[in-house]
């Protein structure tokens, strides 16, 4: 039997949708279904690693967790990494398709169609209900005639849409309504129903708002979703940082360990960091400006999608000077994968990898980077073979790399064991052990590891035995349940088809 369905619609980017899909799909799991998530295409440098080696959003990881499966590239088959303002690199179902600028893109379009239908085939044959993501929004007339995520989709899978609008912003009447009329009838006809996301304060308020929606649109409101903060759930992109950077300067001087984590303009991964932030007298801030680096405890330089450009900017921005000479005072200096990179003595790509060229690192670490055409993408389960003396206990890690850049390193730090079966050598450290780096992602979600870190920057463990697993597991469940208060559940149930 072919699974049910639900669409998630946004009025505009950055509404929810992940984080509310999110949620369903916990909340539709825990009621015993199979529940699948999907997104036709997705746009962000934060991915993940499926067990066969695939690349995928970031979201779409989550989103399969909280369902309590396995990730698999059929779950978002087109993922687009942007390396500029003009070009992205196309990930198809998990593997490197090009790199492509915007006009050539939408001209592979109808045979990238094909593969996100057969996608959407697959997993509505092997679960119960798929819930399905849109991107940006359906109302954007210029681009209606390339759609394969939004409307496009949900015609194609007869699927119910529910159309989201952020009254964070404001205008929540423009958006929802606004989007409603510009839809064509057939288009139209599948919105089976209104959230109005991020709301702050008594819900009661918007009764009037409600009734004007329901009103004017003809479709019903299912909710009145609050605003979650601290919902622990892994920012889908970037856009999440801006709004933590404004609070970061707006806030106290904070606790007694201060982690700063350079803010690239490429950034990816950065959900690296976060059960750093979660630790109990650790705050993590996210910096793009020199004046605001200050004399942190640990600096981290994280994931980057362009290595080379992202250099460049970090010595225009004068951070690396300013991370430069922290380290020569002693304050540990951290590189995770691009960030890594840059840590190095050189950067080569001779291949045009990321559009060519050479230039010099930060020579905090030696190590020679090349890039070359092949993309590393895996599982993998790690232990720490020298370098750091600090983490002698934490044995059993885990994370995943994406990278195309290999580091040459004499006295590599991780000995890797992919899922594919090779054994890889990853990392390298300065002398003392204060500045080190690896491609692996994922670190610091290990708890040993990251409890052994901290306690060498001086921070107390003993208050600490929070396991970051079973904390996302909490995150989900709690997700679920905000859902569960504030939604229809009857008449959504009655929408899917339940």
């Known amino acids: 039997m072919t699974a049910r369905t639900l669409m998630i619609q946004g009025a505009a980017s950055s509404v929810g949708k992940s984080l509310l899909i999110t949620g369903l799909c916990r909340l539709y799991a825990r009621r015993g279904l199979r529940v699948a998530p999907f997104k036709a295409q997705n746009m962000s440098n934060n991915a993940g690693v499926t067990p066969e080696g695939g690349e995928i959003g970031r979201a779409q990881v989550s989103q399969a967790e909280a369902c309590g499966v396995p990730p698999h590239v059929d779950m978002n088959p087109v993922l687009l990494k ?74 194609h899978a007869q699927a ?24 064509e009838p057939e288009e139209r006809a599948l919105v089976r129903g209104l959230l109005v996301n991020k709301f ?34 892994a920012e889908e992109d ?29 950034i990816a991964n950065f959900d690296d960091f976060d059960p750093l932030a979660t630790e109990p007298g650790v705050r993590v801030r996210f910096v793009s400006a020199r004046a605001a680096l200050g004399r942190p405890q640990a600096v981290i330089l ?37 960030g890594y990179q840059m840590l190095g ?54 994370g995943y790399e994406i990278h195309a850049g290999e580091a040459q390193a004499a006295a590599p730090i991780l ?14 450290s300065s002398a003392d052990g204060r500045v080190w780096g690896a491609h692996l992602h994922g670190l610091f979600h290990n708890d040993d590891f990251r409890r052994a870190w901290l306690a060498s920057l001086g921070w107390d463990a003993a208050g600490s035995q929070m396991q970051y697993r079973l904390r996302k597991a909490a995150s989900y469940d709690r997700l679920a349940d905000a859902l569960a208060s504030a939604l229809d559940l009857g008449r959504l149930d009655a929408i899917i088809g339940l």
């Open 345 to 398: 003595r050189v950067i080569r790509d001779p291949d045009g990898v990321e559009g060519g060229g050479e230039a010099a690192g930060l020579g905090l670490l030696p190590v020679d980077v090349v890039f070359r055409g092949a993309k590393v993408t895996q599982q993998v389960a790690a232990r720490v073979c020298g370098g750091l003396p600090w983490a002698a206990a934490a044995a059993g890690l885990t």
């Open 160 to 183: 119910p849409v529910l159309l989201v609008g952020d009254i964070d912003k404001g205008g929540i009447f423009a958006q929802l309504l606004g989007t409603l009329w510009l839809l």
């Open 200 to 233: 702050r304060g008594d819900p009661a308020l918007f009764t009037d708002g409600v009734r004007i929606l329901e009103a004017r649109g003809g479709v019903p409101v299912l909710g009145v979703v609050p605003w979650l903060r601290d919902h622990g759930v």
């Open 302 to 338: 994280p994931g980057t999608k362009h290595t080379l450009a992202d250099l460049a900017w970090l010595r225009e921005s004068g951070l690396a000077g300013a991370i430069a000479d922290l380290a020569a005072a002693g304050t540990p200096v951290i590189g995770i994968c691009g």
């Open 238 to 266: 970037g856009a999440g940082l801006d709004e933590r950077i404004r609070a970061d300067a707006q806030g106290e001087s904070g606790p007694a360990i201060d982690i700063a984590v350079i803010r690239f303009t490429r």
């Open 415 to 428: 000995e890797l064991r992919r899922q594919n079966g090779e054994v890889a050598f990853d990392g390298a």
């Open 82 to 155: 942007p390396e500029g303002d003009s070009r992205s690199q196309v990930v198809v179902l998990g593997r490197k398709l090009d790199t492509l600028p915007a006009r050539e893109y939408y001209r592979r379009k109808p045979e990238l169609w094909e593969v996100v239908t057969a996608a959407l085939a697959r997993l509505r044959a092997a679960a119960d209900l798929v819930i399905i993501e849109g991107a940006g929004s359906p109302a954007e007339l210029n681009l209606r005639k390339g759609d394969i995520v939004n409307m496009a989709v949900a015609l």
